[in-house]
């Protein structure tokens, strides 16, 4: 998938990994980019569209296939985050908010633009995942498990659209430099630097992007005798 003169879609566009995106995206030669957010009036970049997109709406999608019907690239990136593991009292609310954006929202923009995407020659498909895909500590219990889901349907997804043509690119990272992970102590990879590996691996035709250091060595830790995805022995 080339970049230049490609036509894209980025939810969440409006902060975080999806302005680094966006921000690539013309600086490669998209020919358009339309910048999706809840709020549209937070897309300040200029030279790209913004969109208000909410995808844990259907109206919201169906409205977005109507005004996007020449994408080529779809990036889902909209994500959210809740600390907390699966014991709190409130658990159950939470997973079930952090589904409906993480794993439906991915989903059902999927599913809307697939037709889309083959209309328009194949094109691709990348979902923002992360390392918590594998490893479940019960720091962030159901974002972990809903990247777990998303990671689940984006395998499923690259099987279902290779009949068309259409790329599917997993893009797994651990801490990225961004509102989401602001109140975390840890070492941290700017967006930028996870944005560029993310669109150097879909042009290069790669199904996966491991985008940093310490995603590389998780994903070679779940094969080791005690996986990493294990509690340490006692």
């Known amino acids: ?105 991915v989903l059902n923009m999927s599913t809307a633009f697939a037709p889309v995407l083959k209309a328009n020659g194949g094109g691709a498909l990348l979902n923002v995942l992360s390392v918590a895909s594998w490893v479940n500590g019960g720091e962030l219990a159901a974002y972990s498990a809903s990247k777990s889901a998303a990671w689940s349907l984006t395998n499923a997804l690259r099987h279902e659209l290779a009949a068309q043509k259409t790329q599917v690119l997993g893009l797994h990272m651990a801490y990225v430099d961004t509102d989401l992970t602001r ?23 790669a199904d996966e992007v491991l985008a940093d250091a310490l995603t590389q060595q998780i994903r070679q830790g779940l094969t080791a005798t005690r996986p990493v995805y294990l509690p340490p022995h006692p």
Not at 34 to 50: E, F, K, S, W
Request: charged letters at 20%.
């Open 1 to 105: 998938m080339k970049i230049e003169n490609a036509v894209v879609l980025v939810t969440g566009a409006n902060r975080g990994i999806g302005l680094a995106f966006t921000r690539e995206l013309l600086a490669r030669g998209a020919r358009k980019v339309y910048a999706a957010a809840r709020d549209p009036a937070t897309v300040t970049l200029p030279g790209v569209q913004a969109m208000r997109l909410d995808v844990t709406r259907a109206d919201h999608i169906a409205a977005a296939v109507q005004q996007a019907a020449d994408v080529t690239l779809l990036i889902n990136n909209a994500g959210i985050a809740q600390p907390g593991g699966f014991l709190a009292p409130d658990s159950d609310a939470v997973a079930r908010r952090l589904f409906e954006t993480n794993f439906f929202g």
């Open 183 to 205: 109140g975390f102590e840890v070492p941290k990879t700017s967006a930028e630097d996870i944005v560029l590996r993310a669109l150097d691996g879909l042009e290069a035709g």
